[in-house]
């Protein structure tokens, strides 16, 4: 079975621009996380959908965004990018939401 | 506020040296306690799910067990293939994923 896959693997963009994120779960997933990896902050939770629903948030500003369609597949979505925001971005899906989540190989974000 | 601290931060250990990390934890409401192996420039890899105390999961070389305040990742007998970053996650009753920053582990051959 595929695993968690993630497009585009690697991403420049300049401050002030805004970037969209893609992850496809694993066949038969329908719950999709996302992650920000920083060397300093670690692995944090953005937000989790679960049948084209956010169920659950973390604590960053409004300018992180995100979707789900109806085939469970994910959008990420970071306007007005800032220095801050380079990062590596990692989705993780699950059968059910709640449940053991797998992940993808993660978008490396370098914002310049 | 979940909270999880795991150490120690890096850990150098010889081929064939066994030894443990920790992953001390406060929940309220433990759903569930993961561990994940992380290479450079990769996705975390899942390991286990441990759900209450007393619970232990072997697979090869690593064996993860659970207290009420802290779960171990006991490695024995490594190899240099297991070098890499160990991350510990717990989710309590809001079923966000709470991760420590991890331990890096290196074996030396």
């Known amino acids: 079975k595929a695993g968690v896959t993630q497009t585009p693997r690697y991403l420049i963009k300049t401050r002030g621009q805004q970037v969209t994120l893609s992850c496809s779960p694993i066949?038969?997933?329908?719950?999709v996380s996302w992650y920000q990896q920083t060397p300093g902050q670690g692995l944090q939770f953005l937000f989790e959908?679960?049948?084209?629903?956010?169920?659950n948030k973390g604590n960053f500003p409004g300018r992180f965004s995100g979707r789900q369609f109806s085939n469970s597949r994910s959008e990420m979505n970071v306007s007005t990018l800032e220095l801050g925001d380079s990062a590596l971005y990692l989705c993780?899906?699950?059968?059910?939401?709640?449940?053991?989540?797998?992940f993808g190989p993660g978008t490396r974000l370098l914002v310049l | 506020e979940d909270q999880v601290t795991q150490s120690p931060e890096a850990l150098r250990l010889q081929e064939g040296e066994s030894s443990s990390l920790n992953c001390s934890y406060t929940?309220?409401?433990?759903?569930?306690l993961f561990w994940y192996r992380q290479d450079p420039g990769k996705g975390p890899e899942f390991l286990f799910t441990?759900?209450?105390a007393g619970e232990e999961k072997e697979k090869e070389r690593l064996k993860a067990t659970l207290t009420k305040k802290e779960s171990f990742l006991h490695i024995t007998a490594p190899k240099p293939e297991d070098s890499a970053t160990y991350l510990c996650?717990?989710?309590?009753?809001?079923?966000?994923?709470?991760f420590g920053k991890g331990t890096k582990l290196t074996v030396n051959p």
């Open positions: 441990l759900y209450s």
């Open positions: 959908y679960f049948s084209e629903t956010q169920r």
């Open positions: 996650a717990l989710q309590g009753g809001s079923e966000k994923l709470v």
């Open positions: 929940v309220s409401g433990l759903r569930g």
């Open positions: 993780a899906s699950s059968l059910h939401a709640g449940q053991t989540q797998y």
């Open positions: 066949s038969g997933h329908r719950s």
